[in-house]
C-alpha cells in the first residue's frame, strides 16, 4: 500500500483496487506512517524511494 502511495495514488484509487473500503486504507496507511515514522505523504515516498529493491 505504501508502495502505491509512493507512486502518486490516491486513497480512493489504492481502495478501488485492492477492493476494500476507503476507511481501510485510510486505517492501514495510519499504522504504516507510525512504522515508518511518517507523518505525510512525501516522507513516506522518500523512505520508499530511499529503500534498496529485494
Do not use: C, D, F
Not at 507512486?7 to 483496487?17: H, K, L, S, T, Y
Request: hydrophobic share 50%; charged share 25%; aromatic share 2%.
Amino acid at each position: 500500500m505504501v508502495a502505491r502511495v509512493a507512486q502518486g495514488a490516491g486513497n480512493r484509487e489504492i481502495a478501488a483496487g485492492l477492493v476494500v473500503s476507503v476507511k481501510t486504507v485510510e486505517a492501514a496507511l495510519t499504522r504504516a506512517y507510525r512504522k515508518l515514522g511518517a507523518r505525510s505523504r512525501v516522507e513516506v515516498t522518500r523512505i520508499v524511494m530511499a529503500r534498496p529493491t529485494a
